[in-house]
């Protein structure tokens, strides 16, 4: 039996040890001088691994590490056990001290009873306790060092008991025993022969290879799925933390700063932050912060940045303010764009885009799941949140059916068996995210609509009609509908669609605020507006007053007036919005030419000012919270507000676009609007109570109110 199978029978982790009262079981003497302090000088026997000192955990404590000339001389600060010292009834024999930090001392130690080498690892806080020169029993000094020294002598143990579960775990170091013994505790872990990642990518030339790093990465991961899925978090995945054994063999160490649970204690103690600065990402930085697996995510992706380019990653809190990090392709030879886009999206810095499993960044980075970058992923969550309130709005139609029902149904003596002449089927096309990708919740919020809808038809009229859905990529959209249209599309261009001659039978004044515009028309509409989405200015107020601070969002009310700014060589002065690109290239010049979007450069954070629509604001306000303004868009002389509106198509059968102007009349009441338009604040609603309500829950947007009225009717 080799000894790691040996190692598996005899776990004895001590049960007793946590069901005890801590605070009462710790010895204390009076402190006589208000707490004792060492030199904060730890001197250790490195001759048998120099890269030990990661085993005792440092935990926010740097320790001077000196190597000593004699295999086993005593250690020179003579608080540490002395090698020859044995502990649980002579078992363990201690050898010499291989690591130290700040809140315990790593021993290599001989165990009799198997007869092999162990490493055991002593709670010691070196600020809160001492020992006697020659003793082992430690000494804390007052009850306020006994209350923290309590909290920690419970982690301690947890820690042992929680690495336990992963003694079958290979790239996680096995623990063997815990006990307690000397006013302390200690963990027996397995003596690993080898090197931490930090010195192994330096033995290695500064850097690893990608296919190297990538075989280590997915080592670390696996480590990682492990204890997540036990509800643990390590806290400190760094190099320093990491062993390369001598065999090849990757082992995760030190759960000193591990939180064991969700709903572990949150003690504040002067030791409850822990983090290493370009590994930690920003959540760790900040008090009583929201931290899971995806806090690991980052940090192990901080270690892969690490190994492949030999750079530790900029400071994450350094990085919310100015992200100077580059992306791994300029730093390093051959990196597949699979590895990029999976440690770009893990090394994130808001938690919430950042990828949020192991198993998913091991997916990515193997080139078995394609990973959308960053600004991909909002534009992705951007349009799910629209079909997330479609939804929502489904629910308030169908719950307010009957009075929709029985108000269309009356009005001016119109009825849908006086519409329909017989069952028919209309069909929508509805945008999605760039690449066409339709989560689960998608198809369930559209097939509300739809449910909704037909329930309504079937209900209150002698006829059916069936609601298609047909899902189109918003980069491909307009093409995609002129080479298949549906009944009822987006689009600009109403040149071509046909009249709605039963929409103003169907609407009030109650509806809309443009139903006096409809009634003055001796045509009936071709279009259907249910919201406003109107031309705004979007400025980068960080940028803004590192120019120059006098300046403010209320000074650009002209192009001259943005042009007259000196931006500099490293920030770009304006993007605009496509749709709006004609008409400002005829007053301004400005680069049009870039990989990525408008909006998406603004979004980045080096473009001072972007021309673009109130609906862009969830996309901004996502990327930068805080850090933007929004006022009108200079020079909108003949750029007013943009209509969110439906049309029909020209080639569909008469029954089809009848049953149309019902779905599109649908949405037009209070409940719906104020779901769809209020509640996010994205657009501007046309129904007159939910365009209250939206301009009393934005009076940022008070601005837009000057926008809208230009457009109502004069007796509006």
């Known amino acids: 039996m080799d000894n790691k199978e040996l190692f598996k029978t005899i776990i004895e982790i001590d049960d007793d040890a946590t069901n005890i009262d801590l605070s009462a079981s710790i010895e204390y003497e009076p402190d006589p001088s208000g707490g004792f302090a060492d030199d904060g000088k730890t001197v250790i026997d490195s001759a048998d691994n120099e890269n030990w000192e990661s085993y005792a955990g440092n935990s926010g404590f740097t320790f001077e590490v000196e190597g000593l000339d004699k295999e086993n001389a005593e250690t020179p600060l003579s608080n540490h056990l002395h090698p020859g010292m044995t502990l649980k009834d002579n078992r363990y024999k201690i050898l010499k001290v291989v690591g130290a930090g700040g809140f315990g001392v790593v021993y290599k130690?001989?165990?009799?009873?198997?007869?092999?080498?162990?490493?055991?690892?002593?709670l010691y806080p070196s600020s809160l306790v001492n020992r006697v020169p020659g003793e082992k029993k430690m000494i804390i000094y007052g009850k306020d060092n006994a209350r923290q020294y309590a909290y920690l002598l419970d982690r301690f143990i947890l820690e042992a008991r929680s690495m336990a579960k992963f003694n079958s775990v290979k790239n996680i170091v096995n623990i063997f025993d815990c006990f307690q013994e000397n006013n302390t505790a200690y963990i027996v872990m397995e003596f690993i022969k080898g090197k931490t990642l930090e010195q192994y990518v330096i033995?290695?030339?500064?850097?690893?290879?990608?296919?190297?790093?990538?075989?280590?990465?997915?080592?670390?991961?696996?480590?990682?799925?492990?204890?997540?899925?036990?509800?643990?978090?390590?806290?400190?995945?760094?190099?320093?933390?990491?062993?390369?054994?001598?065999?090849?063999?990757?082992?995760?160490?030190?759960?000193?700063?591990?939180?064991?649970?969700?709903?572990?204690?949150?003690?504040?103690?002067?030791?409850?932050?822990?983090?290493?600065?370009?590994?930690?990402?920003?959540?760790?930085?900040?008090?009583d912060s929201k931290q899971g697996p995806y806090t690991d995510i980052y940090a192990a992706s901080a270690v892969y940045y690490y190994m492949v380019t030999g750079v530790i990653p900029e400071i994450s809190v350094d990085r919310v303010v100015n992200d100077d990090i580059r992306p791994l392709s300029e730093v390093a030879e051959n990196v597949p764009e699979c590895v990029e886009r999976a440690i770009s999206r893990s090394l994130e810095l808001n938690s919430d885009l950042r990828l949020q499993t192991a198993a998913e960044v091991k997916s990515g980075l193997n080139g078995q799941k394609l990973i959308r970058y960053v600004a991909e992923e909002k534009k992705m969550r951007f349009r799910r949140r629209i079909i997330i309130i479609a939804a929502t709005a489904a629910l308030l139609l169908f719950a307010a059916v009957g009075v929709v029902v029985y108000k269309m149904a009356h009005a001016q003596d119109i009825t849908i068996d006086g519409i329909l002449t017989e069952d028919t089927t209309v069909s929508i096309s509805i945008p999605l995210a760039e690449n066409g990708d339709i989560s689960?919740?998608?198809?369930?919020?559209?097939?509300?609509?739809?449910?909704?809808?037909?329930?309504?038809?079937?209900?209150?009229?002698?006829?059916?009609?069936?609601?298609?859905?047909?899902?189109?990529?918003?980069?491909?959209?307009?093409?995609?509908?002129?080479?298949?249209?549906?009944?009822?599309?987006?689009?600009?261009?109403n040149s071509e669609a046909p009249e709605m001659e039963y929409i103003t039978r169907l609407i009030s004044a109650e509806d809309t605020m443009l139903y006096s515009s409809y009634?003055?028309?001796?045509?009936?509409?071709?279009?259907?507006?249910?919201?406003?989405?109107?031309?705004?200015?979007?400025?980068?107020?960080?940028?803004?007053?590192?120019?120059?601070?006098?300046?403010?969002?209320?000074?650009?009310?002209?192009?001259?007036?943005?042009?007259?700014?000196?931006?500099?060589?490293?920030?770009?002065?304006?993007?605009?919005?496509?749709?709006?690109?004609?008409?400002?290239?005829?007053?301004?010049?400005?680069?049009?030419?870039?990989?990525?979007?408008?909006?998406?450069?603004?979004?980045?954070?080096?473009?001072?000012?972007?021309?673009?629509?109130?609906?862009?604001?969830?996309?901004?306000?996502?990327?930068?919270?805080?850090f933007y303004a929004v006022s009108a868009a200079p020079d909108v002389e003949d750029i007013r507000a943009i209509g969110y509106e439906w049309q029909i198509n020209g080639d569909s059968e008469e029954n089809q676009v009848n049953a149309a102007q019902l779905l599109l009349s649908y949405i037009t009441g209070e409940d719906v609007q104020d779901a769809l338009f209020v509640q996010t604040g994205h657009m501007i609603p046309v129904n007159p109570i939910a365009y209250e309500k939206f301009m009393e829950y934005n009076p940022d947007f008070s601005f837009i109110a000057d926008i809208i009225k230009e457009m109502m009717p004069a007796e509006q």
């Not at 130690?109 to 002593?122: G, H, R, T």
């Not at 301004?588 to 109130?614: K, Q, W």
């Open 440 to 493: 689960d919740g998608q198809l369930s919020a559209w097939g509300n609509v739809a449910q909704s809808f037909e329930a309504y038809i079937s209900e209150n009229s002698e006829k059916n009609v069936k609601l298609e859905l047909k899902y189109l990529s918003s980069l491909t959209y307009d093409k995609d509908v002129q080479a298949n249209p549906t009944d009822i599309y987006f689009s600009s261009d």
């Open 203 to 287: 033995d290695s030339g500064g850097k690893l290879s990608v296919e190297r790093a990538t075989e280590l990465m997915n080592n670390i991961l696996d480590g990682l799925a492990a204890i997540h899925a036990k509800g643990i978090i390590h806290r400190d995945i760094k190099p320093k933390n990491i062993f390369i054994t001598e065999d090849g063999e990757l082992k995760i160490i030190d759960f000193g700063a591990a939180r064991f649970s969700s709903t572990e204690e949150q003690v504040v103690t002067r030791y409850s932050k822990v983090l290493t600065p370009g590994f930690a990402p920003p959540e760790q930085y900040r008090k």
């Open 519 to 626: 009634m003055e028309d001796d045509d009936a509409p071709n279009s259907y507006i249910v919201a406003f989405d109107p031309t705004v200015l979007y400025v980068n107020e960080k940028l803004l007053s590192s120019i120059d601070r006098s300046l403010s969002v209320d000074d650009f009310r002209s192009i001259s007036d943005i042009l007259s700014v000196r931006a500099g060589d490293d920030v770009k002065l304006l993007t605009v919005n496509p749709v709006d690109q004609e008409y400002y290239l005829e007053i301004a010049r400005f680069d049009t030419d870039s990989y990525f979007t408008p909006l998406d450069e603004f979004c980045m954070g080096n473009v001072l000012f972007y021309i673009g629509h109130l609906s862009d604001n969830f996309t901004v306000s996502d990327a930068m919270p805080g």
């Open 109 to 122: 130690a001989f165990d009799s009873k198997l007869n092999i080498d162990v490493a055991i690892k002593e």
